[in-house]
C-alpha cells in the first residue's frame, strides 16, 4: 500500500552552526528564568507578599514629598 522498505522516518541530523545556536538560545532562557527565580521567586512561591516593599531603606524619602505639598 505505501510500499514494502518499511523503514520508518529518517530525518536528517542538525547542521552544527543550528546546535549552537540552539544551545545557545536554550542556555540564556534557563539563565533567565533563574535570574527571574531569584528577584521574584519568593513572591511567586507566595513565601513574601509583593507589597512588603524592596528591601532597602527610604531614608528622607518622605521629607522629599512634603515640601511639593
Do not use: C
Not at 512561591?45 to 524592596?54: C, D, I, S, V
Amino acid at each position: 500500500m505505501a510500499g514494502q522498505h518499511g523503514s520508518g522516518f529518517n530525518p536528517h541530523l542538525p547542521g552544527f552552526r543550528y546546535k549552537v545556536l540552539a544551545t545557545t538560545l536554550g542556555a540564556t532562557m534557563w539563565f533567565f528564568i533563574f535570574w527571574r527565580a531569584r528577584k521574584d521567586g519568593a513572591k511567586l512561591l507566595g513565601l513574601k507578599h509583593p507589597w512588603e516593599g524592596h528591601e532597602h531603606d527610604h531614608h528622607g524619602h518622605d521629607a522629599g514629598h512634603s515640601e511639593h505639598h
